[in-house]
T-cell receptor, first 118, second 113 residues
Framework: GAVVSQHPSWVICKSGTSVKIECRSL??????MFWYRQFPKQSLMLMAT?????????EQGVEKDKFLINHASLTLSTLTVTSAHPEDSSFYIC??????????????FGDGTRLSIL | GENVEQHPSTLSVQEGDSAVIKCTYS??????FPWYKQELGKGPQLIID?????GEKKDQRIAVTLNKTAKHFSLHITETQPEDSAVYFC????????????FGGGTRLMVKP
C-alpha cells in the first residue's frame, strides 16, 4: 500500500516550454502533497506544500508564478514549470501522506521526474 | 527553523560489515525521525522511522537509535550486502509524521563485495 505515482519520469524540452508533472496517490487519499527539488548529489529541498482545495504554500525563494501547483482532488497534485529555462533542469519529486487512518502517517515518495531543458 | 546535519557524506564498507550513519537536529520540538534510501534515478523509500517517545527501533538488519537529550539519531545496518548500496537520508519533522520534513545532506553508502 501507500503507492505514489509520478508522471512523466523523464522529460526533455526546449527553453521557454511549460512542463506539467503529475503526482498521484494510487491507493490512498492525500489532502497534503509535497513537492521537492533535488540537484545532482544533493539533498531534497522542499519547494511547496500542496493542499487539496486550497492554495499551495511555497518555501522561501520559490517563485509561485514559476512553479504552479494545483491540487484539485484527493489523489492528484500537479506541478507546472512555466517558461522553463536550463537552470530549471533538475529532479522533481513529490510525496504524499495517507490521512485515511490517522494523522501520523509517514510521507511516501514518487519516483521523481527528471527535467532537462535544452 | 529545523536544521539537520548528516555524517559521513560517503561511507565505504566491506560486505558483511556494519554501517553507521549519524544525524543531529537543532529543534527540540522535532518528534519524528524517518530514514530514507534512495537508489539512482528513483525517489526516496522509507526504510525505518522512530518517534521521540522511544529510544531504539529495529527491523531485521536495520536499527535506529535516538538520543533526545543530545538531539541526535543514528542508522545502523548490520551484515551489509551490495544491494544496500545507495544514498541514505535522515529527516526530522515536528508534531506528527505528515508535517514538513527537513532532510540531512545524505550519505552515499558503498558496500564492496
Amino acid at each position: 500500500g501507500a503507492v505514489v505515482s509520478q508522471h512523466p519520469s523523464w522529460v526533455i524540452c526546449k527553453s521557454g516550454t511549460s512542463v506539467k508533472i503529475e503526482c498521484r496517490s494510487l491507493d490512498f487519499q492525500a489532502t497534503t502533497m509535497f513537492w521537492y527539488r533535488q540537484f545532482p548529489k544533493q539533498s531534497l529541498m522542499l519547494m511547496a506544500t500542496s493542499n487539496e482545495g486550497s492554495k499551495a504554500t511555497y518555501e522561501q525563494g520559490v517563485e509561485k508564478d514559476k512553479f504552479l501547483i494545483n491540487h484539485a482532488s484527493l489523489t492528484l497534485s500537479t506541478l507546472t514549470v512555466t517558461s522553463a529555462h536550463p537552470e530549471d533542469s533538475s529532479f522533481y519529486i513529490c510525496s504524499a501522506r495517507d490521512l485515511g487512518r490517522n494523522n501520523n502517517q509517514p510521507q511516501h515518495f514518487g519516483d521523481g521526474t527528471r527535467l532537462s531543458i535544452l | 527553523g529545523e536544521n539537520v546535519e548528516q555524517h559521513p557524506s560517503t561511507l565505504s564498507v566491506q560486505e558483511g560489515d556494519s554501517a553507521v550513519i549519524k544525524c543531529t537536529y537543532s529543534d527540540s520540538a522535532s518528534n519524528y525521525f524517518p530514514w530514507y534510501k534512495q537508489e539512482l534515478g528513483k525517489g526516496p523509500q522509507l526504510i525505518i522511522d522512530i518517534r521521540s517517545n522511544v529510544g531504539e527501533k529495529k527491523d531485521q538488519r536495520i536499527a535506529v537509535t535516538l538520543n533526545k537529550t543530545a538531539k541526535h539519531f543514528s542508522l545502523h545496518i548490520t551484515e551489509t550486502q551490495p544491494e544496500d548500496s545507495a544514498v541514505y537520508f535522515c529527516a526530522a519533522s515536528m508534531r506528527n509524521a505528515g508535517n514538513m520534513l527537513t532532510f540531512g545532506g545524505g550519505t552515499r553508502l558503498m558496500v564492496k563485495p
